[in-house]
T-cell receptor, first 115, second 109 residues
Framework: EAGVAQSPRYKIIEKRQSVAFWCNPI?????LYWYQQILGQGPKLLIQ????????DSQLPKDRFSAERLKGVDSTLKIQPAKLEDSAVYLC?????????????FGPGTRLTVL | GQNIDQPTEMTATEGAIVQINCTYQ??????LFWYQQHAGEAPTFLSY??LDGLEEKGRFSSFLSRSKGYSYLLLKELQMKDSASYLC??????????WGAGTKLIIKP
């Protein structure tokens, strides 16, 4: 079974530029998560999708971050414009369902450096 | 507020046993997860506890006390490949995972 795919793996941009990350979850997984992980910290949930609907985006900085999952499968996370403090690893995860025992499977992440 | 506390870093010797503690205060409780994260890699699932007691899985065991808001991950017969960060995460009343900052475990020969 293929795992969660993410691209690109690394990205370096200047502040105020825009960037987009792509994620393809495990086949059949209805729930998709985007996390931001700053070095030395645990993952911080940015947005959670159930199929193509948003379940939780309370910690997504909506003035600069956006995400979509149009067909309920793969997803894109965009940052526009980027700030220095956005430098982090962006992790995508998926689970078969939400609710109890929602073991999440993570992709390899995208390491973003904003200069 | 919601809070997960873990030690920042621990050091242990190859072949020994180490216990990584996690205390939590969350709005509701629907289970506690432990994940392992090697440097530069994604977290991978280790264990899940929702009832009090000990869950054993090979060299790894995880314990939960809901009344104390406390869990630990026990690693036996430590190997060099166990050097990683160990993340504690609690599923709250909305089934959202609240993550700790992780414990960096350093294994010495």
């Amino acid at each position: 079974e293929a795992g969660v795919a993410q691209s690109p793996r690394y990205k370096i941009i200047e502040k105020r530029q825009s960037v987009a990350f792509w994620c393809n979850p495990i086949s059949g997984h209805a729930t998709l998560y985007w996390y931001q992980q700053i070095l030395g910290q645990g993952p911080k949930l940015l947005i959670q999708f159930q199929n193509n609907g948003v379940v939780d985006d309370s910690q997504l900085p909506k003035d600069r971050f956006s995400a979509e999952r149009l067909k309920g499968v793969d997803s894109t996370l965009k940052i526009q414009p980027a700030k220095l403090e956005d430098s982090a690893v962006y992790l995508c995860a998926s689970s078969f369902r939400s609710g109890s025992y929602n073991e999440q499977f993570f992709g390899p992440g995208t390491r973003l450096t904003v200069l | 507020g919601q809070n997960i506390d873990q030690p920042t870093e621990m050091t242990a010797t190859e072949g020994a046993i180490v216990q990584i503690n996690c205390t939590y205060q969350t709005s509701g409780f629907n289970g506690l997860f432990w994940y392992q994260q090697h440097a530069g890699e994604a977290p991978t699932f280790l264990s899940y506890n929702v009832l009090d007691g000990l869950e054993e899985k090979g060299r790894f065991s995880s314990f939960l006390s809901r009344s104390k808001g406390y869990s630990y991950l026990l690693l036996k017969e430590l190997q060099m490949k166990d050097s990683a960060s160990y993340l504690c995460a609690v599923s709250d009343s909305n089934y959202q995972l609240i993550w700790g900052a992780g414990t960096k475990l350093i294994i010495k020969p």
